[in-house]
């Protein structure tokens, strides 16, 4: 049963559309377990990119010519299917192309933040935000002297909603939370979070970096106010990020960069602004990555993102289990049937960058680090750990090397 809804991805198919996993190292095949980090690109995102380049290059809103104009109409066109894709009914209007979940995160804290906070307000935060989240409102909080407090994490690796419940309060402002914890894998109740959000006539602003790539996201069901995500892990190009806001929110907010493309009349004393989303997207913008990320949501709505999510949750599951039979592993968060794609860890007597360093020497390609949540290892007790973290286009076979690999270092370090 268990094999039979893992296989429900036909995974060497797909696996055909990503030539980079053919690569080999010293004749080993790569294993490539940093998705969470970025994720291949399938070659027709990549064949995507080389048409536009090929055929229809020109910058956007601005020539009548012929090339402008193709461009134009796709660049703007894959604004809908991105509001499509995470359930925005305002369509272009409430998606704003940035470069990646960081900037769309700064974008929110400067345009939105640095006019609305000061002192006495407050902006809760969760235990396990990234650092695109924690720093920039961290960073928002001196500038404007608001408060920052965080919802703790409790030692399975969940959010105490109960304490959320106390923290968030009239004062607060903004809640920013992240919708599956990249070093926890714990899926938060952002749901949840916005109605007390809400309660309080506060926003609330979700980091879905994780989320987007691997499962149905309904930008709307969950009633968020932002929703940021990064192009270069689902299958999309580097350079490229997404903002969506609830339309009255985008429409009452300041630009946050300004400069071409994003006025509409401009004199030696003053300027307006353009409609949305143009008014948040200065000069010249990601327009070969806006295409290119428009035919990845292609890509991946093709194969399902329910059979995308249910897959990688059972890669997880077997990973959290295999990597546990020892007895010496510790993995963070939750256990391994409630939790995103990917599993940290760390095993006894062993750093994880050697340990990453090992399993690279077998060509597996995890990730070692804080993995841009320092205070969250603060927390967990340790400098360091190891991440793998998978894709579409992974498969158990590839968990059981890791686990070989893993059992290398553990020998190796035993000596
Ligand atoms: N939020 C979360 C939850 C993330 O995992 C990341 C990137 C970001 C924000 C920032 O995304 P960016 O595209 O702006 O860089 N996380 C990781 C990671 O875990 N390993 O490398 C990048």
Same mark, same amino acid.
């Given at each position: 049963?268990?094999?039979?809804?893992?296989?429900?991805?036909?995974?060497?198919?797909?696996?055909?559309?990503?030539?980079?996993?053919?690569?080999?190292?010293?004749?080993?095949?790569?294993?490539?377990?940093?998705?969470?980090?970025?994720?291949?690109?399938?070659?027709?995102?990549?064949?995507?990119?080389?048409?536009?380049?090929?055929?229809?290059?020109?910058?956007?809103?601005?020539?009548?010519?012929?090339?402008?104009?193709?461009?134009?109409?796709?660049?703007?066109?894959?604004?809908?299917?991105?509001?499509?894709?995470?359930?925005?009914?305002?369509?272009?209007?409430?998606?704003?192309?940035?470069?990646?979940?960081?900037?769309?995160?700064?974008?929110?804290?400067?345009?939105?933040?640095?006019?609305?906070?000061?002192?006495?307000?407050?902006?809760?935060?969760?235990?396990?935000?990234?650092?695109?989240?924690?720093?920039?409102?961290?960073?928002?909080?001196?500038?404007?002297?608001?408060?920052?407090?965080?919802?703790?994490?409790?030692?399975?690796?969940?959010?105490?909603?109960?304490?959320?419940?106390?923290?968030?309060?009239?004062?607060?402002?903004?809640?920013?939370?992240?919708?599956?914890?990249?070093?926890?894998?714990?899926?938060?109740?952002?749901?949840?979070?916005?109605?007390?959000?809400?309660?309080? @006539?506060?926003?609330?602003?979700? !980091?879905?970096?994780?989320? +987007?790539?691997?499962?149905? %996201?309904?930008?709307? &069901?969950? #009633?968020?106010?932002?929703?940021?995500?990064?192009?270069?892990?689902?299958?999309?190009?580097?350079?490229?990020?997404?903002?969506?806001?609830?339309?009255?929110?985008?429409?009452?907010?300041?630009?946050?960069?300004?400069?071409?493309?994003?006025?509409?009349?401009?004199?030696?004393?003053?300027?307006?602004?353009?409609?949305?989303?143009?008014?948040?997207?200065?000069?010249?913008?990601?327009?070969?990555?806006?295409?290119?990320?428009?035919?990845?949501?292609?890509?991946?709505?093709?194969?399902?993102?329910?059979?995308?999510?249910?897959?990688?949750?059972?890669?997880?599951?077997?990973?959290?289990?295999?990597?546990?039979?020892?007895?010496?592993?510790?993995?963070?968060?939750?256990?391994?049937?409630?939790?995103?794609?990917?599993?940290?860890?760390?095993? @006894?007597?062993?750093?994880?960058? !050697?340990?990453?360093?090992? +399993?690279?020497?077998?060509? %597996?390609?995890?990730? &070692?680090? #804080?993995?841009?949540?320092?205070?969250?290892?603060?927390?967990?007790?340790?400098?360091?750990?190891?991440?793998?973290?998978?894709?579409?286009?992974?498969?158990?076979?590839?968990?059981?090397?890791?686990?070989?690999?893993?059992?290398?270092?553990?020998?190796?370090?035993?000596?």
């Amino acid at each position: 049963m268990e094999t039979q809804q893992t296989d429900a991805l036909d995974v060497e198919r797909i696996r055909e559309d990503f030539p980079i996993l053919q690569r080999e190292f010293d004749g080993t095949q790569l294993v490539y377990l940093d998705n969470a980090a970025t994720t291949q690109t399938p070659e027709q995102v990549v064949e995507t990119i080389c048409d536009y380049y090929r055929n229809y290059n020109a910058n956007v809103h601005r020539g009548i010519h012929h090339l402008s104009q193709e461009a134009s109409v796709a660049y703007e066109e894959a604004h809908d299917r991105l509001a499509e894709f995470v359930g925005a009914s305002g369509e272009r209007e409430e998606m704003v192309f940035t470069k990646n979940t960081t900037e769309s995160e700064n974008l929110v804290a400067y345009a939105w933040g640095l006019e609305e906070l000061g002192p006495g307000d407050e902006v809760v935060l969760t235990e396990m935000e990234h650092h695109a989240s924690l720093v920039t409102w961290q960073q928002l909080g001196k500038k404007t002297g608001a408060d920052v407090k965080y919802i703790p994490v409790d030692e399975r690796g969940y959010l105490d909603m109960d304490a959320a419940a106390d923290l968030i309060t009239d004062d607060t402002k903004m809640v920013s939370a992240v919708h599956v914890s990249n070093t926890l894998g714990t899926v938060n109740p952002v749901g949840e979070l916005a109605d007390l959000a809400h309660d309080h @006539d506060a926003y609330i602003f979700v !980091d879905g970096a994780q989320a +987007v790539p691997n499962r149905p %996201v309904d930008v709307e &069901a969950i #009633d968020a106010d932002f929703y940021a995500f990064s192009g270069h892990k689902m299958a999309g190009p580097t350079g490229i990020g997404c903002l969506y806001g609830k339309k009255h929110l985008l429409e009452e907010m300041e630009p946050y960069l300004y400069g071409g493309s994003m006025i509409r009349k401009v004199t030696y004393e003053d300027s307006t602004w353009e409609d949305l989303p143009w008014k948040f997207e200065a000069g010249t913008p990601v327009i070969a990555q806006g295409v290119a990320l428009a035919a990845a949501v292609d890509y991946l709505e093709d194969i399902g993102m329910e059979r995308i999510q249910r897959h990688e949750e059972r890669l997880a599951e077997y990973a959290y289990d295999r990597l546990t039979e020892e007895g010496d592993v510790d993995i963070y968060g939750p256990p391994g049937d409630d939790r995103g794609g990917l599993v940290s860890f760390n095993v @006894d007597g062993v750093h994880a960058h !050697d340990l990453s360093s090992i +399993v690279n020497d077998h060509a %597996v390609a995890i990730r &070692a680090g #804080d993995h841009c949540t320092q205070p969250l290892h603060d927390k967990l007790g340790v400098a360091a750990s190891a991440r793998a973290s998978f894709y579409l286009y992974n498969t158990r076979e590839e968990v059981d090397k890791l686990v070989e690999a893993v059992d290398d270092a553990r020998q190796l370090f035993a000596q």
